[in-house]
Structures are given as C-alpha cells and as structure tokens.
C-alpha cells in the first residue's frame, strides 16, 4: 500500500496540472471543427476561470500543494482560449435555435436559462465577457495588496476567497446537469471532458486523502461534492446518450407568421380590408 501511495503522490500531481489540457483541448477543437457551441454551456469557463483565480489568490495565505496552484494558472489560460472559441461559435439569432441554443438562450423557462440581473453572462456581444474578468482581476490584485499587510484582516479574508473559489468550482457539473436534462441529451458535451472530469476526481481523491502535502480541508469537501456530480453526469450520459438535443425555433419565428402583415409595414391592416396593390410590393 505504500508503494502505491507513494505513486500517486507523484503520478497525481502530474495528471492534476495537464488535467485541464486533457479536458478541455477536445472541447474547443469540436466547437471550432463543426462552428458551433451550442449544446456546450457557457456557464463552464466562467465557473473555472471565478473559481481559478479565486483559488490563485487563495495560495499566499494557505500556501497549499504547488501543484493545484499550476494547474490553476493553466486552467485559467485553458479556459480563457474555451470561452474565445465558444464566442465566436456562438449559433446566430437568425438561425434555427439561435436564441434558445445553449448556452446563448434567454429561454423563458428553465432555471438556468432564465433573464439574470443585467443579462449576466448572457450577453450577446463578446465585450462583457472580457471586461468582467479583466474587473474580477484588478479587484482581487488590489484587495490583496492593500489586505496582504493586514495581519488581522487577511488570513480570514484568504480563508474565504479561498472557500468561495472551491464552492464555485464544486458546481461545475450543475449548468452541464441542467441543459442535459433540459433537452434530454447530452449532444455538445464531449465524453473526453466527462471521462477526464471523472478519471480526475478518482486521482484527486486518493492523492488528497493520502498525501502528506498540505491540502486544505477545503479542497477535500468540495472536491467529494464534485466527484458526485460528476458521477450523475456519467449517468446521464448512459441515460441520455449523444443524440440530437431538443431545441426550439427562434421565439420570433412563430410570431411572424402570425403577424407578418403588421411585422412588414409596421401596421396591422384592419379586419375585411383588402390589401392595396401598392402595399403588396413593399
């Protein structure tokens, strides 16, 4: 048993720092092979990127295994290269589950597809995005610039960036769970992600219950909460499979065949009256 504890403790690291290259390459390279993102929620990178440099600036106060602060620096580069690609792959409104193709839609039901306060994440240019996370970071820089000489303040600050990183990041499953079950399908999700994902946390388990590094209790609550949702994503994915997601048409398609006369000139002709030659040809 010591053996293999001992070769955990060097094959584990190794495999927790190129994890988000194993995950996350195949993801990126499929959306830009078929140019398309939908069935692939966009909650993802903004989950992993808020939870990275959460977990980042989380390092100084906990000064925890070296290897989870590498593999957050690369999951940060991984994701920010994710998000670029799914933006630009985005369906357009004008096309068939454009506006309700996950993970762009601003359905009218569904909990994870409801309007957020100031379409949060669910803007329709590419600028927010950017702008949100370049905000996130100058405000975490600052904080621990001036909170870093604070010996009072920051160890309890530190503590809880730290815990909120780890929380945010232990619901990474939840968006993938709630469109596969939305649509009844798991199309757009990639089984490399959801194999990776689930080899992953059997490796993280047994490495951070048996090392004799320092990982933080944090890091084991949530990595179990994770390791759960993972495990229910693979059942979805028996359920499921990889068939075609149901997907609505735009919400405006219905509505122009309904009101086409008035959506064309503006107006809505009155009841019996007979279209003018002039009005036909507009």
């Known amino acids: 048993m010591r053996w293999l504890t001992s070769f955990a403790g060097y094959l584990a690291p190794v495999f927790l720092i190129l994890s988000p290259l194993f995950s996350y390459t195949d993801q990126a390279y499929s959306m830009h092979r078929t140019r398309s993102s939908a069935g692939f929620s966009l909650d993802i ?4 990127l808020v939870a990275s440099m959460l977990r980042i600036f989380y390092y100084p106060g906990a000064k925890f295994d070296t290897a989870l602060l590498i593999q957050s620096f690369i999951m940060v580069f991984i994701q920010l290269i994710l998000l670029k690609v799914a933006l630009d792959h985005r369906p357009s409104p004008s096309s068939k589950g454009g506006e309700a193709a996950v993970p762009f839609a601003r359905a009218q039901d569904g909990f994870m597809e409801r309007p957020r306060p100031y379409n949060f994440w669910q803007w329709r240019s590419p600028k927010p995005y950017w702008q949100f996370l370049l905000i996130l970071f100058i405000g975490l820089t600052v904080c621990e610039l001036l909170l870093a000489p604070m010996p009072s303040v920051y160890p309890g600050y530190s503590a809880l960036i730290g815990y909120v990183g780890l929380s945010i990041e232990a619901t990474l499953p939840l968006p993938q769970i709630m469109a596969n079950a939305k649509s009844q399908s798991c199309k757009g999700f990639r089984v490399s992600v959801l194999a990776s994902w689930l080899l992953g946390d ?7 219950f048996t090392s004799k590094t320092q990982i933080p209790l944090a890091f084991k609550i949530c990595g179990i909460f994770q390791a759960g949702c993972d495990a229910f994503l693979g059942v979805q994915y028996l359920m499921y499979g990889n068939g075609e997601a149901d997907i609505k048409g735009h919400p405006l398609s219905d509505y122009a065949n309904t009101h086409g006369s008035r959506l064309a000139t503006g107006r809505e002709l009155p009841a019996g009256r007979r279209t003018p ?6």
Do not use: Q, V
């Open 45 to 48: 990178p903004l989950i992993m």
């Open 202 to 208: 059997g490796m993280k388990m047994f490495w951070f």
């Open 277 to 282: 030659i002039a009005e036909k040809h507009i």
